[in-house]
């Protein structure tokens, strides 16, 4: 798992491009090591798919497609880590390293686990597909054309994922639902050249004001979302749903502590985890325009521009969400200015049914392992290819994470707890057994 973690395998920038490569191949070679008889590098338009199977188990077996990504999100800003990111460093418990919990650490259970088949019965007891990404921290542009075209390669019976997190380590927590998203890109043009703001300043609107009131009409003093239509295709959380997650195990001060904030903010109608995990959200990941180096420049900017992402809940279509924001930027901007709104990308919600053979398989591998039954949980964060699977293949998927709450996915000093991977090794076989059963 160190060698994995050292490749520096950063989706998102150009010059990464032959550690991604260099991951792929390692994954590779790894799987043909722990006994698949059928592994593959497959090239598409952007980042290889790792594909591996091994069909050992029949016909009548069932086959489960294994999905996990070996891209990890850029490690920036560095100074901020204990240890270089891509020096995997073990400190009592925990392994550090860009990519620990989020995927590399958690994909490499399944490997380990028919490792673990290969090593004592020979084989695993159901039919395992593995796809292994290299694109999801990129929002996976060519993940759904790849499953198209090779659907009858990737068919099965159902899907299984690790990337997700469970309450606490003595806490196992089966994820049931995820947030879309839809991710913009605004630009206000104002002057078609950046203007001397003495000569001009007075006369001529400043974008960056204008790109900045616009955006403080999109949410109101009560946390809502003003955008017209935002809310109509809402999912609103039943009394029953509500009740159930106001059971969840959740401790406010050490959330605060967590997120390093003096109180919470929102919708004050719904409490901290079902605005986390159930309610449609905005936020401005990104702002930028006019002079921002060192000292004072007197100008009165041509351009300003913004990143804007919202999470969606299940029924909220992406498109059309991108398409209400546009309409509404646009039909809120003063006529002094010309607003762009740009699609970066975008990604379905999904609820899983808690009731499929699959799902009861892997609530009996956590209860196995973890000597705790697990509880049902929605989950904030994005995996776009979960409504994929259903949509192009079929297939419901299993959400079964071994990461922590406190792993700092995407953030400085992330890290992935060494017990969480042994026992999610040993969930992974006992999920396997149960479903061949
Ligand atoms: N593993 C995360 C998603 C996640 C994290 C789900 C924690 C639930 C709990 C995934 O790698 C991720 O970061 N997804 C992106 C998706 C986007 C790039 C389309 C996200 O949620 O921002
Ligand atoms: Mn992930
Ligand atoms: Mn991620």
Not at 195 to 212: D, E, F, K, R, T
Not at 277 to 304: C, F, H, M
Request: charged share 25%; glycine share 8%; aromatic share 10%.
């Amino acid at each position: 798992m160190k060698e994995f973690l050292s490749i520096a395998s950063v989706s998102t920038q150009p010059e990464r491009e032959s550690d991604i490569g260099y991951a792929a191949t390692w994954l590779r070679d790894r799987l043909l090591i722990a006994g698949f008889p059928k592994v593959a590098v497959m090239p598409t338009p952007g980042h290889p798919v790792v594909y591996a199977e091994w069909l050992a188990a029949g016909a009548e077996a069932p086959t489960v497609l294994v999905y996990g990504h070996y891209d990890v999100q850029p490690p920036d800003p560095l100074e901020l880590w204990n240890t270089p990111p891509f020096e995997p460093t073990i400190v009592g418990d925990d392994i550090f390293a860009r990519g620990a919990a989020d995927d590399k650490g958690q994909m490499y259970v399944y490997v380990k686990a028919a490792e673990a088949f290969k090593e004592t019965e020979g084989a695993p007891p159901v039919n395992v597909k593995c796809i292994f990404e290299g694109e999801e921290e990129s929002a996976s542009p060519n993940l759904e054309p790849f499953v198209r075209e090779h659907a009858d390669l990737l068919a099965a019976d159902v899907a299984v994922i690790s990337d997700t997190h469970i309450l606490g380590k003595d806490m196992p927590s089966i994820v049931y639902a995820l947030r879309g998203i839809a991710y913009v890109e605004v630009q206000v043009t104002g002057p078609d050249q950046d203007l001397h703001s003495g000569i001009y300043g007075g006369a001529v609107h400043n974008p960056i004001h204008v790109l900045c009131a616009m955006i403080d009409q999109l949410i109101d003093k009560d946390g809502r979302i003003t955008i017209p239509g935002f809310y109509d295709k809402v999912q609103e959380l039943t009394p029953e749903e509500r009740a159930e997650m106001a059971k969840i195990p959740f401790d406010r001060d050490k959330w605060l502590r967590e997120a390093g904030v003096k109180t919470d903010w929102g919708e004050s109608a719904y409490t901290i985890v079902e605005r986390t995990t159930a309610r449609p959200t905005l936020d401005v990941n990104g702002i930028w325009g006019g002079y921002i180096q060192e000292g004072a420049k007197t100008v009165l900017p041509s351009k300003a521009f913004a990143k804007i992402s919202m999470r969606l809940v299940p029924n909220q279509s992406p498109a059309e969400i991108t398409q209400l924001i546009r309409n509404y930027l646009v039909e809120i901007a003063p006529p002094t200015v010309t607003v762009e709104v740009r699609d970066l990308h975008g990604g379905d919600g999904a609820i899983i049914r808690r009731d499929s053979p699959a799902m009861k398989a892997a609530f009996r591998a956590y209860a196995e392992v973890f000597g705790q039954e697990p509880i049902f949980v929605r989950e904030g964060g994005s995996i776009p290819v979960v409504a994929t699977f259903k949509n192009v293949l079929g297939l419901e998927t299993v959400l079964m994470g071994f990461g922590l709450p406190d792993d700092r996915l995407h953030s400085p000093n992330e890290k992935f707890h060494l017990p969480n991977f042994y026992r999610g090794i040993e969930t992974a076989i006992h999920f396997m057994r149960f479903l061949a059963e």
